[in-house]
């Protein structure tokens, strides 16, 4: 086995890669850009390398720099986990003239796979079920367009050398097929340098199911079962698992016999994933290899009790495969998901900035996690915006899925938005419950899995709002040495008056006011014309137990000073976050202008001075009022021309305390 190995990958894979390195006794070596200097991955390997710039162009793909680093590291082997070099034949070749073991297949099999229209004629050759089409060197496009009429319609035009649905267009009818196929050129041209394509059949509702194959040096080769990836958005996968729902012995057995025989074809040594398209009769395609350790392995791991990665230093360092076919058993169901800094609702765009909250479930049994960053940490711009792969275990699928239902809603990101939404959306939908999802379902219908304007109803509300007056309770009732004291109280009271407060909640920039009178679990809230009388209200762990008009109700529920988690009965998430108790507090009279005070009150910090340039939402000065600390905070980015109050003086109700230039 190795003693030095050098990870050349960044983030979840990296992590990964040197979890099994550490319990094998591998001494690991990261190596990372200038902005990953502080990454996670950087943190956990034993020592760690700068390569260059942030850009991939600049750093992880510089195979050169990296085998450099290699040498005089003293590394014996470099993993490249998946994506960057990890399919790269110069960079494989590279590191064998170096006599640096390369963690992956020979070049050989990679150059036999990284062309689609190669690796048909091959699978062709060896046997190996082919979806009808025409994956020929000749590319003029009259002649393309003679094969289309003899493949058929509808077919998919797909680039020679192309992955992750770059160059694949879907074409249902001859007279679509010129412009369809110009389009598909110019896009392989600008992604992958080659304007080659194949025709397919198009298989209509298909699904897309993969086997695990494992080969070594001595010439054995196995399968280590399926993964159905079928859900999937824009040929991107969103949720993985196995076993397939769709596959029985007799067809999984014929898939399995057939991903041998494609890995036996190239000769292939260590892990690599044979890609099938599947139709609804049952009948199976070959589609593509992977040459690498796919990111949705840990379901395989989960379900056979093996470490993928370990199998992979193993048989790089010249052991023979740990098990043979026969020994291979699966318990249980296993389905993984990816939680993304990105935005659904805005078409997935990627989201980048500080994670100022990452909570995610505990690791048990029943429930993994593979990540690269940790709270505090940055999502950057110039890398996968994936925040961690959430992959959950039980006996059955739906005992599995009701694990992923549980594990999403313990999980909160605050900082970019993320699609733990439209994923708990997912975890619900009849299609995916029911196992009937085929590869083209989400794009069809990815308005009944996004979350959208959904507007909280007034219970929602209610309850947040009541998650929040218990908060606040027990953030003033932690402090004071005299727990009795009746200073000790949140309720707003005041001699002659009701003690009445104001919970502001604001919701995808929408803003909700709920007043409260009450205290102690007791209130009687209104917001608009509705109102709602709260009896016994406690927070426990993660839920509020209350009766709402009489009605007795638990809520999962998590709350802090500054946010409201809840989801309802629905299963609909609700992340609220608290806002200034009084919405004038952050407006003004003058179209953004000025800051005035909401109420009488005191001035107790002044955090800004005439000629700052500030930014919307920056607090600018600090009132007592009520028994409460106010921030007041600037409604626009713009410079302070004026500060009307000091530290210490008392102000009367709508006095301008801030001014700003125009």
Not at 199 to 205: G, T
Not at 237 to 249: R, Y
Not at 588 to 604: E, F, H, K, L, S
Request: proline share 5%.
């Amino acid at each position: 086995m190795f003693e030095r190995v050098l990870i050349a990958n960044r983030g979840e894979i990296a992590c990964r890669v040197i979890r099994t390195c550490r319990r094998l006794g591998i001494h690991t070596i990261a190596v990372y850009s200038d902005a990953d200097a502080d990454a996670q991955h950087v943190r956990l390997a034993d020592e760690a390398w700068p390569i260059g710039g942030p850009r991939p162009a600049d750093s992880y793909l510089r195979g050169d720099t990296i085998l450099e680093v290699a040498k005089k590291s003293g590394a014996q082997a470099i993993h490249p986990g998946y994506g960057f070099l990890s399919e790269n034949t110069g960079f494989a070749r590279a590191c064998s003239e170096a006599g640096i073991v390369f963690i992956g297949p020979k070049p050989e099999s990679i150059d036999a796979m990284g062309s689609k229209a190669a690796a048909k004629a091959l699978m062709e050759n060896h046997a190996v079920p082919l979806v009808p089409g025409y994956h020929g060197d000749n590319q003029e496009n009259a002649y393309l367009a003679e094969q289309a009429r003899a493949t058929g319609f509808p077919l998919m035009i797909k680039a020679a050398s192309g992955g992750g649905g770059k160059g694949m267009r879907i074409v249902r009818s001859e007279k679509e097929f010129a412009d369809a196929l110009a389009s598909a050129q110019r896009e392989a041209a600008s992604a992958f340098g080659d304007t080659r394509v194949i025709l397919e059949r198009y298989v209509e509702h298909p699904r897309h199911i993969e086997f695990q194959v494992f080969g070594d040096t001595h010439g054995n080769v196995v399968h280590l079962n399926e993964r159905e990836c079928s859900a999937q958005r824009r040929y991107q996968k969103v949720l993985e698992e196995t076993p397939s729902p769709f596959l029985d012995a007799t067809r999984r057995a014929a898939m399995g016999e057939a991903a041998v025989a494609a890995a036996k074809a190239v000769d292939y040594v260590g892990a690599g994933t044979i890609e099938f398209i599947v139709a609804a009769s049952g009948e199976f395609f070959f589609m593509e290899m992977n040459t690498r350790l796919q990111v949705e392995h840990p379901v395989t791991e989960m379900t056979l009790g093996l470490d993928l990665v370990e199998w992979q230093l193993r048989v790089a360092a010249g052991q023979p495969l740990p098990l043979r076919q026969e020994q291979i058993h699966a318990h249980g169901h296993a389905i993984e998901v990816r939680l993304y800094a990105e935005d659904p609702d805005q078409n997935f765009l990627p989201g980048s900035g500080k994670l100022q909250m990452l909570r995610l479930p505990s690791p048990s049994t029943h429930v993994r996690l593979d990540g690269g960053v940790i709270e505090g940490d940055t999502v950057t711009i110039f890398y996968d915006p994936m925040i961690a792969k959430l992959i959950v275990f039980d006996s059955d699928r739906t005992q599995a899925l009701q694990r992923l239902r549980e594990a999403l809603a313990a999980c909160e990101i605050i900082g970019p938005k993320s699609n733990i939404g439209f994923l708990e959306r997912l975890a619900r939908h009849p299609v995916v419950v029911e196992g009937r999802i085929d590869t083209g379902y989400l794009d069809r219908h990815l308005e009944e899995f996004l979350v959208g304007d959904i507007a909280p109803t007034d219970t929602v509300l209610f309850a947040a709002a009541t998650a929040a007056l218990l908060q606040d309770e027990a953030d003033v009732t932690a402090s004071p040495a005299d727990p009795h004291s009746p200073w000790a109280r949140a309720d707003a009271w005041r001699i002659g008056h009701a003690g009445k407060r104001v919970i502001a909640l604001t919701l995808r920039d929408q803003r909700y006011d709920i007043e409260a009178h009450g205290h102690d679990g007791n209130y009687l809230l209104r917001h608009g014309d509705a109102s709602c009388e709260v009896r016994g209200a406690r927070l426990r762990g993660d839920s509020l137990s209350a009766r709402f008009n009489g009605e007795s109700q638990r809520v999962p529920l998590r709350s802090d000073k500054d946010h409201v988690l809840l989801h309802d009965a629905s299963g609909q998430r609700y992340s609220f976050t608290r806002a200034i108790a009084f919405a004038w507090a952050a407006k003004d009279a003058a179209g953004g202008n000025q800051v005035i005070a909401p109420m009488p009150g005191r001035i107790v910090l002044v955090k800004a001075k005439p000629g700052d340039s500030v930014e919307q939402g920056d607090e600018l000065l600090v009132m007592e009022a009520m028994k409460m600390e106010l921030a007041l905070k600037a409604p626009r980015a713009g410079i302070i021309e004026s500060i009307n109050a000091t530290q210490g003086e008392f102000v009367e109700a709508d006095a301008v305390l801030v001014r700003f230039a125009d």
